[in-house]
């Protein structure tokens, strides 16, 4: 080989040896996240998901968590079964509804307990005491925490169901509706509540007393099909909630504001009802029996009741938990 040609084949192996390098550093290095799509009702008691999201603790465990707005858990956990997402916010009570039909639906994890569903009355319509509800138009949302808390509040305080007119609405209805005058009163949670008194002021009065409020969860539900082919995911998603919690924990004012903005309430209005809510990840030892009984209370409440419904034991998954403060 003369030396032009030995100076051309080294220019190309050079050139070869440079594509091929240039190439390996082109290679992309794989950082996809695991994407989790959540039905968030945007109550209060949803912050733990709010907040880690904002302060990125899931992206430390390399999940990219999507929260979809919704307005109730119902809807929630329709959006599970209709596959727009895959794991739902919603109390024991519109699950139980679901439940008794998809047994196959699980909660895997608490991650609130609030005491805020209360009613919220308007004080220019005679009411000024729990007996002056009676034969008065009270707002309340179908199948959801806002309805049996509703019912509790009548039981507790003497009323019967019969003694007020009730009016289906949707929780973002409600507090125009009672401004309008097309309600006297309305059932809800947070912030639905503070909205109201911000319409109304002082001609709104809130029944807080807690023989009067009816107290709840929040959990986590998913299919059992999602759960067993993705529980390493959900292990992580749980420890980031843990983590969460800590956060919440030791940052309140962090915390609020972050809840605030998205809830869309007030910092102040916030920090006034924040010890309504105990953001703590957990299964409750008792939460078979509460389960249990909003089971009872939904079948009485369905058009067609059902003669066998699922053992409420079954309807738990607890391995999720565990593992997830265990490994």
């Known amino acids: 080989m003369n030396k032009k040609n030995l100076a051309l084949a080294t220019i190309v192996i050079v050139a070869l040896i440079a594509i091929t390098v240039v190439g390996k550093q082109r290679t992309p290095i794989s950082l996809e996240r695991k994407i989790i799509t959540i039905a968030d009702t945007r109550a209060i008691s949803t912050a733990l998901l709010q907040i ?90 179908k199948t959801t925490v806002s309805e049996l808390g509703l019912e509790k509040f009548l039981e507790t305080n003497g009323l019967k169901k019969e003694d007020v007119q009730w009016v289906n609405l949707k929780p973002l209805a409600m507090p125009v509706a009672l401004l309008s005058g097309d309600i006297d009163a309305y059932s809800a949670w947070e912030p639905h509540l503070s909205n109201g008194i911000k319409i109304l002021g ?10 009067d409020t009816y107290t709840w969860q929040m959990n986590l539900i998913a299919d059992e099909s999602y759960i067993k082919d993705n529980k390493d995911t959900l ?38 009802i924040w010890s309504k809510f105990e953001f703590k990840v957990n299964l409750r030892s008792d939460l078979a029996y509460i389960i249990k009984e909003n089971l009872l209370w939904a079948n009485d409440r369905r058009e067609t009741k059902s003669n066998k419904l699922p053992d409420a034991k079954f309807l738990v998954d607890i391995s999720i938990l565990e593992n997830a403060k265990t490994h």
């Open 235 to 272: 292990e992580k998603l749980v420890k980031a909630l843990i983590e969460t919690e800590k956060f919440v924990s030791d940052n309140k004012d962090a915390s609020v504001a972050i809840t605030a903005n998205h809830a869309n309430i007030p910092v102040d209005t916030l920090n006034n």
């Open 202 to 211: 002082d001609k709104a009065i809130i029944f807080d007393a807690p023989k």
């Open 52 to 141: 880690a999201v904002e302060k990125k603790f899931f992206d430390k465990y390399g999940l990219d968590v999507k929260l979809l707005p919704v307005q109730t858990g119902d809807e929630a956990l329709k959006a599970v079964v209709g596959k727009s997402a895959d794991i739902a916010l919603a109390a024991v009570t519109p699950y139980a509804f679901l439940a008794i039909y998809k047994p196959e639906m699980k909660i895997f994890v608490t991650v609130a307990e609030s005491h805020d569903d209360q009613i919220i009355a308007r004080k220019d319509k005679g009411i000024s005491k729990q007996s002056d509800l009676k034969g008065k138009k009270v707002g309340y949302a």
